[in-house]
């Protein structure tokens, strides 16, 4: 798919992706398709971005969370050995392509152990069709700028996060 190989291997040549961290991925197939966003999502296009993913997180060792769309309140996909119980709060729901989107639904059906959670804070995250994955992400997030800036028809923005910088005039930084 134009633009996902380039953009993967580009981010995992700057070391973005880190094991045993979880990365936010929203997708809007419909968008990858050039389509409005929610009005014709695809499982082929979900296979072919989730099967490169698998890839990423085998070679990385890094957790994907795959976020469902707005009717779902945009929860979250993962593997259950992802799953942490003081950080995360289960939720009863099966993502489906017209309630959840087709990247989630598709994680759903091929993760090994899936289960769904509310909500997540992670370091990473990766929006493919302005999905609006901010909720998901710690404070404060940071622009990662690539040179592929497309998955098909759809923009992707790219996020990092680094740690809030608190104190007044007298606090010391470490970066």
């Known amino acids: 798919m134009e633009g996902l190989k380039q953009l993967l291997e580009e981010l995992k040549s700057q070391s973005f992706f880190v094991d045993e961290e979880i990365c936010v991925i929203g997708c809007s197939t419909s968008e990858v398709l050039g ?3 929610g009005t014709t999502g695809s499982l082929d296009i979900a296979k072919e971005i989730f ?3 698998v890839d990423i997180s085998k070679e990385t060792g890094v957790s994907f969370a ?3 769309c707005e009717h779902i309140n945009r ?3 993962i593997e ?3 799953f942490n119980l003081y950080l ?3 939720v009863d729901v099966v993502p489906d392509v017209h309630a959840g989107g087709a990247l989630a639904t598709y994680a759903y059906r091929h993760l090994e152990e899936p289960l769904v959670v509310e909500h997540i804070r992670a370091n ?3 929006d493919i069709g302005q999905t609006l994955i ?3 992400l710690k404070h404060v997030a940071v622009p990662v700028r690539t040179s592929a800036d497309k998955i098909g028809e759809a923009i992707v923005t790219v996020a990092t996060t680094r740690p809030k910088k608190i104190g007044g005039e007298r606090a010391k930084y470490q970066l």
């Open 134 to 136: 901010g909720m998901h």
């Open 75 to 77: 929860a979250l996909t």
């Open 66 to 68: 795959y976020q469902g």
């Open 88 to 90: 995360m709060e289960q």
């Open 80 to 82: 259950r050995k992802a």
């Open 124 to 126: 990473k995250g990766i």
């Open 35 to 37: 389509d409005k966003i």
């Open 51 to 53: 099967e490169a993913l």
